[in-house]
């Protein structure tokens, strides 16, 4: 049986097809969370400012789930508990990868360290007789670890967008697709930019916000 490199795996995971659709869920993730924020009287302070990124992530998420559960996205998702924590993440689940969405300051940095992505990317280890050149997985390898990484300027713009697979124990990428560096054939739409945010998930999503906040505060006062 013909093995796989880690960019094999992860370029059958995460089809070119997919492409546009997974950055029109970030796009639109972040238009909703930003809508958010505009149309609730309590983040019209410096207080929306602090909250921003909360609230574009769980807008990225809920859009995500919902484009996977409509066939807009070809993967399996599911939004649950993280093992250490009181926050959620959303696994995604696409031919032999496992991936969660994950803000980066740049294209080729890592995120900021966590206990939980440190637990989930563990499985990322490289055979110890493989080169830098040709990195090939043996036998019966566990799902390969992925992060969407991306980044979105303060006036809602997406600066990256990338599928990347980290090593186990260093910061670097054993696999990577950059969805913004390929050219995107367009379709009846203009994928570049937001669709109108359904009324329906942009309530759905304020209500979910308070929600986080009041649970995080509730939190915090137990500390």
């Known amino acids: 049986m013909q093995t796989k ?55 990225i998420l809920m859009r995500f789930e919902e484009m996977c559960k409509a066939g807009d996205l070809p993967f399996k998702c599911t939004l649950t508990p993280m093992p250490r924590g009181t926050w959620h993440w959303l696994d995604i689940y696409s031919g032999d990868c496992h991936g ?64 990347q697979s980290p090593s186990a124990n260093a910061d670097e990428w054993l696999a990577r697709i950059n969805l913004m560096a390929v050219v995107i054939q367009k379709k009846s739409e203009d994928t570049k930019r937001p669709a109108a945010v359904d009324p329906k998930s942009k309530m759905k999503l304020k209500d979910n916000v308070v929600s986080i906040i009041e649970k995080k505060k509730s939190d915090d006062t137990k500390r």
């Open 5 to 59: 490199t880690f960019q094999q795996r992860l370029d059958t995971a995460f089809p070119y097809d997919s492409y546009a659709n997974t950055l029109r869920a970030l796009r639109e993730g972040i238009a909703a969370g930003d809508d958010v924020i505009k149309g609730t009287p309590m983040f019209s302070s410096k207080v929306g400012d602090d909250m921003r990124g909360l609230i574009r992530r769980a807008g």
């Open 100 to 163: 969660h969405i994950v803000r980066t300051e740049d294209p080729t940095k890592f995120p900021e360290d966590t206990p939980n992505r440190q637990d989930a990317r563990a499985s990322n280890m490289p055979n110890f007789f493989e080169t830098e050149e040709e990195r090939i997985i043996r036998l019966a390898p566990p799902k390969l670890y992925t992060w969407l990484t991306y980044r979105a300027a303060p006036d809602g713009r997406l600066s990256h967008a990338l599928w």
